[in-house]
């Protein structure tokens, strides 16, 4: 595998965009090709079978790009497929739960940690496992925050209503003695300076999405990838649904200007030979 | 067929129990089975093909049920799957758009005509375009409110938060002069209340689950299938992922106590061998 060869990050939709912002930051060599699973995003309810069948399809998508590594940029993803796809690939792949779990367990001083996700991360139990397995000592306070998300998607960042919603979820949790603030859900990091309003300054805000870029970083080095040559590399973004959507919002997201709508390009699993081939081989089986 | 036949219910997830609750209310005899596609909720994102297909396994599974007609109890659906499905069925169907619209341009004196509903509904121009049918002069003003499906599901009914969500997506609409406004989206019509608090008693509020149940029942009387025997009859809840969460939020959308856990069943179509002719079919042509 060639030091040369492009990254692969993946997520369910558009969220993982956070996580190339961070690495973009941290690897600004490296050539990004992103895949969001748009057409058939949430991943956040559906079974774990349902979440590494699609996680699969994504990878062999990447595997024909040629990536020479992969990030999986979105907590259920990482939080369900991670240990499936690890041991079929050759590639490297990390995901963006373990590190945010790594660092909040680094950070805390109280040994109080709060988790906010989606619902479907918070009843997966994946952080606070990972946090357990780090520290048995640890006390890990959990909040589903349903309304982020969409309030991250209709743009109402700096907005009264969301510092409203950001107190109703998080004041039980400040209270609980708290000192460190997982957002364990990729569009949360968006909210970073309305959050840190609310929760102040004895409280860390831990971006797994950060942590994730630092930890792939290591990934890299380690294995020898490290792209050498010294560019602004071209990006690949692909989506399986809403071309047009995803660009403007991702712009949002990763700041203006980085994704043109034409750049955007459309892969529908539906009409996918590879789909009707795993369907084809689970009825053999 | 036989009037004695249950009657079928189909939404993307959890919405069209507002639905049942209209058909309860409107058709006290009528046995329902209700199929809420939580695996692979929202529709609202997908493309026409992957919607048509989904709603073609769910109708093959309510008519295994002997079902003698069926309500499309979803706004996506109906605007996407219902023409298809027509001509392929010997049971009547009805979806939640046509009663809807047909019912709004009804009560409009101004001819000016508010539609909010979630971003996909409103970008399928769906109730623009049979709201001109009817009537090429009304004026239609849309509104996507991606907020109101969260603020519901986390209960957030009589709140604060709530009430000024509502004056952010309504005051521009109101504005207008409309003075009919549709709720086309299954759960809206749980913020009946609120939402009417905002806009007055001058703009008449339509509830196309509510125009669905009338109009479903005269379907029955036309085809002579309106259940004769006067009983309570017991419904039947499936889901295809989540029959616990199914149970809870369903109840508080029905009423307490319709639904108890144990009696939503799960059918699970990614292990369906019907899903697998399908690709199969799909593949050959």
Known sequence: MSSSAPIGVFDSGIGGTTVVKELMASLPNEKIIYFG???RVPYGNKSAGTVI???RQIVRFLLEKKVKAIVIACNTASALALDALKSELEVPIIGVVKPGAKAAAEVTKSNKIGVIATRATINSGIYKEFLHKTNPDIQVFEKA????????????????ITRQV???YLDD????GIDALVLGCTHYPLLTDEIGKVTGEKIKLVNPAYECAREFRYVLEENDLLCQEKHIPE????VSDGPKAFAELANSFLGEGIIKRENVKV????NDDSILRT???KRRG
Chains 1, 2 share one sequence.
């Open 53 to 55: 069948m699609y996680s």
């Open 235 to 238: 990006h690949e973004f692909y």
């Open 173 to 176: 949790l400040i209270e609980q």
């Open 166 to 168: 950001i107190h109703r």
């Open 279 to 281: 369907y084809e081989i």
């Open 37 to 39: 699973d748009t057409a």
């Open 267 to 270: 892969h529908n699993f539906e």
């Open 145 to 160: 925050c349903p309304l982020f998300v969409p309030l991250v998607e209709e743009g109402w960042i700096s907005d009264d």
